[in-house]
């Protein structure tokens, strides 16, 4: 018995017709979003301890993290923070029995993702606003 070359296999169906949706990327995005909720509450927990006892290391995260890559990491991680609760909020939605329809689920799925990046535009312009 001797095997076939390898192209001249049969390529399963699904790959030409197969597309991403926003439900698909949306569930992705919410486990990403979740694994980067943790590690910027790692960093939440360094930062508060580092502030209580130990001074060199919070001058060091406060640099850090008032550099323009921290900044970056908050604000990703404020967008993070926005978007796992638009899409938590979806879920529980979901899990009242509405929403399943293909034309509400793309619809919600894109309300998701607008309200999480307006939400976090508004708390880095008001966090941002001069004191008064």
Same mark, same amino acid.
């Given at each position: ?7 001249s ?8 017709i197969?597309r ?20 910027? @509450? @790692? ?5 508060? !301890?580092?502030a209580?006892?130990d ?31 638009c899409?938590g ?14 034309p ?5 799925? !894109?309300?998701?993702?607008i ?8 708390? !880095? ?8």
């Amino acid at each position: 018995m001797h095997a076939a070359p390898q192209d001249s296999r049969p390529l399963s169906p699904h790959l030409g017709i197969y597309r991403w949706q926003i439900t698909m990327a949306g569930s992705i995005l919410h486990r990403m979003t979740g694994v980067a909720l943790y590690a910027g @509450a @790692a960093v939440l927990v360094m930062w508060l !301890w580092a502030a209580a006892y130990d001074a060199h290391f919070y001058q060091f995260l406060h640099g850090a993290l008032g550099a323009w890559y921290g900044q970056a990491a908050l604000v990703g991680w404020t967008l993070a923070f926005y978007y796992h609760l638009c899409n938590g909020i979806r879920h529980l939605v979901w899990d009242m029995g509405y929403g399943f329809t293909l034309p509400v689920a793309r619809r919600t799925g !894109w309300l998701v993702v607008i309200s999480a990046c307006a939400l976090t535009a508004l708390t !880095w312009c008001i966090a941002t606003l001069p004191e008064l």
